[in-house]
């Protein structure tokens, strides 16, 4: 061979393995983001290919499928009562991708995931239409209307657990929004969806797991239970030694009480009528550090509780001085929580104690309704005692007998509940948010925790408060997952 040639052949051998390489690479090293990129069309076409499956509660499903006569998508999303069950669905958009269970199960519910691979090759013998699995979740249809229908036209949200399992019950956020009005890809969708996005009241936010408020006095529960764990108190009954009003540690700061009668009150009594100045001085006696310590036994401080769906991590602030220890223990400074979180604490104490970690997907189903997973409850930790646990029980139980929480009561049903009212806005200028935690309890052990937020800024100041407008809303969930039990 000449050469010309040879160079010739040396070029085409080098452009040939340039080419190799490349689609090497592309098969192997950016295969699964090119797979899992928003901008890839095909993904989005191949999502609506076939019929999707559905989210299941009670044994029903909550969402659908409908056959269009489009070219590129050949079906649709549908919902059943949207608004009520988005903060547990999420949305599946032709234009607009998907979120939480609908993002997270995608797989499943195409019927493309790996878990279905045997499924698939079946119906290529049998020649079945490929269809999607079952997402089946651990949601109480009842508790949740009885959740979305308390908030009403407020602004707010509901997170109910099962303190045994777990299982998340009741999952509302309010206002809320029909993910139905832009499952397509139509001038409408676009309308609907860009309307939602300049919303100032966020439809879209998922208030019971991403967004976090000041707790206010719901805070005190585990205050007390920090109280009781690291020996601030001995004798839930006996005078504390409280000042009123109560100067904060290293300033001349005065904390006062909304109420007469916190001077030296037991921990009991202040739990029951909600003192600060008992609850700030017992924070400060515990210390920082070990208020910190209590606090994230709870799970405060971690970003990674996935129910799937993530929750954002609830904060007790790991640095702050002795004054803002002092007011974190009463729920305010920069202390900051979800409603997901608030139930949690709310679970551990009604469960003696014992911490199980949060989860609302029961099962996966195969479309032949095989199960292919099933969730297992899960002990995520032990913030407190046994007999500790049931100390603060006697307490909550207090209060919702003769204290703040009254309106929570059910008849022939043991309830244990705290009261919040947590101020916030620059110089607390804003209406405060009315907070309620609290369980019920019959022979069997506790079967529901709640925890309920209100950000009603509608109402007058003097009228917002835990008791009022939260507790009540607390008391239908209670009473929704009772009678689902009869």
């Known amino acids: 061979m000449n050469k010309p040639l040879r160079r010739i052949a040396i070029f085409c051998g080098l452009l040939v393995l340039a080419l190799l390489v490349r689609i090497n690479w592309l098969q192997y090293a950016e295969a699964e983001d090119l797979n899992t990129n928003s901008k890839n069309r095909r993904i989005t076409i191949e999502r609506y290919a076939s019929e999707r499956g559905n989210i299941i509660v009670d044994g029903k499903p909550i969402t659908g499928s409908v056959e269009t006569n489009d070219t590129d998508f050949k079906y649709k999303r549908t919902y059943v009562n949207g608004p009520m069950w988005a903060p547990v669905t999420g949305y599946a958009s032709q234009a607009f991708d998907a979120n939480q269970i609908e993002k997270l199960e995608d797989g499943i519910l195409t019927g493309n995931s790996d878990q279905l691979f045997f499924d698939r090759t079946m119906a290529m013998f049998t020649g079945d239409t490929k269809k999607g699995g079952n997402v089946v979740t651990t949601l109480n249809g009842a508790a949740q209307k009885a959740a979305f229908e308390g908030l009403g036209s407020k602004k707010g949200a509901v997170a109910a657990i099962d303190p045994q399992t777990g299982k998340i019950l009741a999952l509302a956020s309010t206002p809320s929004y029909d993910p139905a009005s832009f499952a397509g890809y139509r001038d409408a969708d676009a309308k609907a969806w860009n309307a939602l996005e300049k919303d100032k009241d966020k439809p879209k936010l998922n208030r019971a797991l991403r967004e976090v408020y000041p707790p206010g006095s719901t805070f005190k529960v585990l205050t ?102 002092a007011l974190s223990s009463i729920g305010q400074f920069n202390t900051a929580t979800t409603p997901l979180q608030m139930a949690m604490v709310t679970a551990a104490i009604a469960n003696d104690g014992k911490l199980m970690k949060p989860y609302m997907i029961d099962q996966l189903e195969a479309p032949n309704l ?19 646990a049931q100390l603060l029980q006697q307490m909550m139980e207090n209060v919702v007998d003769s204290g703040t929480g009254e309106k929570a009561q059910i008849d022939g049903v ?52 835990g008791g009022g407008l939260a507790a009540p809303i607390a008391k239908k969930v209670m009473q929704a997952v009772l009678d689902s039990k009869k």
């Open 224 to 325: 007390a239970a920090a109280a009781l764990e690291y020996g601030a108190v001995d004798d839930i009954d006996a005078a504390t030694d409280t000042p009123e009003p109560y100067t904060l540690p290293d300033t001349r700061t005065k904390l006062p009480n909304s109420h007469p009668g916190c001077k030296n009150a037991s921990l009991n009594e202040a739990l029951r009528v909600s003192c600060n100045t008992v609850f700030a001085k017992l924070g400060d006696t515990v210390g920082r550090d070990k208020m910190v310590e209590m606090a994230q036994k709870f799970g405060f401080n971690n970003a990674e509780i996935d129910t799937p769906v993530r929750a954002a991590a609830s904060v007790y602030d790991k640095n702050m001085d002795k004054p803002g220890n």
């Open 414 to 465: 043991k309830v244990g509940g705290k009261t919040g009212t947590a101020q916030h806005g620059e110089n607390n200028s804003k209406n405060p948010y009315a907070w309620f935690i609290s369980y019920a309890k019959t022979a069997d052990g506790s079967p529901v925790a709640v925890a309920v937020v209100v950000e009603d800024s509608e109402a007058r100041r003097d009228d917002i408060s």
């Open 370 to 388: 095989d199960v292919i997973s099933k969730t297992e409850p899960q002990e995520m930790s032990r913030p407190v005692s046994q007999k500790n």
